[in-house]
């Protein structure tokens, strides 16, 4: 089908198989409530460009991200502010940036000459990629006395940088869950998620009044909405057949570790998604259930 999307055509379909079909429909109050209209830019994302060292580095379009944890920490910084010109010599610079976050992670913080010594390079080089650090406010600099002589400067790493570093929410996530059924059963974790549903409905009801001006369509709407689970992991993406049927998919369930133990998860947003677009959503697809995507029908209510 000729689908008109808000997503590049290089993403897979929103087809897929019919197994996990659920419909729900937004109460009438709440569809009122979130009909908040106005035309929304489509998304485009652009693939990102491998660099040969010496161009600037774009980076990803949206936030989803996979590989080596270095593979991780090297795209987040080379996102942040583009790339210098690269250290020459062995080994490129995105693996001397690498090492000298590592060092100053693990060793504390140090002057130039320190670094240099604990990932094995030129003082130079390291000083170029600490700039590119300080730069991109993922490194302090500060001046520290020891005995005779000028002041030396030694660098540290930002609150900002814990970003670039693994994390393990994931894992958290479900350890928390646990807890909660051991102490309420799944009464306390469907009123846990409920709540979790009611906080992301205000959340996107108060996004697509900023960006949405009054009587934007369906259409519109469920663009804002790809978008927005798109920047949170989803890889979300809106179409339209040409006959005007919409769909609305998420080619990657951000919340696997939480969605395939916990089905509610899956329930509350479907919920979620009917009430903020206002309209009849019928889910196709189910990732959890086998399928490539979560891919929903979205049709008016009346």
Same mark, same amino acid.
């Given at each position: 089908?000729?689908?008109?999307s808000?997503?590049?055509s290089n993403?897979?379909a929103a087809?897929?198989s019919s197994r996990g079909?659920l ?7 709440t569809a009122?409530?979130v ?5 929304s ?5 652009s693939?990102a460009?491998? #660099?040969n060292?010496?161009?600037?580095f774009?980076g990803?379009?949206h ?6 944890d270095?593979q991780?920490?090297e795209?987040?910084?080379?996102? &942040? ?9 062995? %080994? ?14 693990t060793?504390?913080?140090? #002057? ?6 604990l &990932?094995?390079?030129?003082r130079?080089?390291?000083?170029q990629?600490?700039?590119?650090l ?9 001046? #520290?006395?020891? %005995?005779?002589?000028?002041?030396r400067h ?11 570093f693994?994390?393990?929410?994931g ?7 646990t807890?909660?059924? #051991? ?8 009123? &846990?998620?409920?709540? @979790?549903?009611r ?7 108060? @996004? ?6 009054? %009587?934007a369509?369906?259409?519109e709407r469920?663009? *804002? ?8 992991g ?22 696997s %570790? ?6 509610i998860?899956? *329930? ?7 009430? &903020?677009?206002g309209a009849k959503?019928?889910?196709e697809c189910?990732?959890?259930s086998?399928?490539r995507?979560?891919t929903?029908?979205v049709?008016p209510?009346?």
């Amino acid at each position: 089908m000729d689908r008109q999307s808000t997503e590049p055509s290089n993403l897979p379909a929103a087809g897929g198989s019919s197994r996990g079909r659920l419909t729900l429909k937004a109460a009438g109050p709440t569809a009122s409530s979130v009909a908040l209209p106005g035309p929304s830019p489509a998304v485009a994302v652009s693939p990102a460009k491998p #660099s040969n060292g010496t161009e600037p580095f774009q980076g990803p379009a949206h936030p989803f991200e996979h590989g080596t944890d270095a593979q991780m920490i090297e795209r987040r910084v080379r996102t &942040v502010t583009p790339l210098v010109t690269p250290t020459p010599g062995p %080994g490129a610079s995105s693996t001397l940036r690498r090492e000298v976050l590592y060092a100053l992670r693990t060793g504390g913080p140090a #002057s130039p000459d320190q670094v240099a010594d604990l &990932v094995g390079a030129s003082r130079t080089g390291v000083l170029q990629q600490l700039r590119t650090l300080e730069s991109a406010g993922l490194v302090t600099r500060s001046l #520290s006395r020891h %005995g005779v002589g000028r002041p030396r400067h030694v660098y540290d790493l930002t609150p900002a940088a814990q970003e670039l570093f693994p994390a393990n929410y994931g894992a958290l996530a479900q350890s928390i869950l646990t807890a909660i059924r #051991s102490i309420g059963g799944d009464a306390l974790i469907r009123d &846990v998620f409920e709540g @979790r549903r009611r906080q992301l409905k205000t959340r996107l009801a108060n @996004r697509m009044a900023e960006r949405l001006p009054a %009587g934007a369509s369906l259409w519109e709407r469920t663009r *804002e909405l790809a978008s927005y689970q798109d920047e949170t992991g989803y890889l979300g993406r809106a179409t339209r057949d040409p006959d005007g049927t919409i769909w609305l998919s998420e080619h990657n369930c951000a919340i696997s %570790g939480v969605s395939n133990p916990y089905p509610i998860a899956c *329930e509350e947003e479907l919920a979620l998604i009917a009430e &903020v677009l206002g309209a009849k959503v019928t889910r196709e697809c189910h990732i959890p259930s086998g399928g490539r995507s979560c891919t929903y029908r979205v049709e008016p209510l009346d």
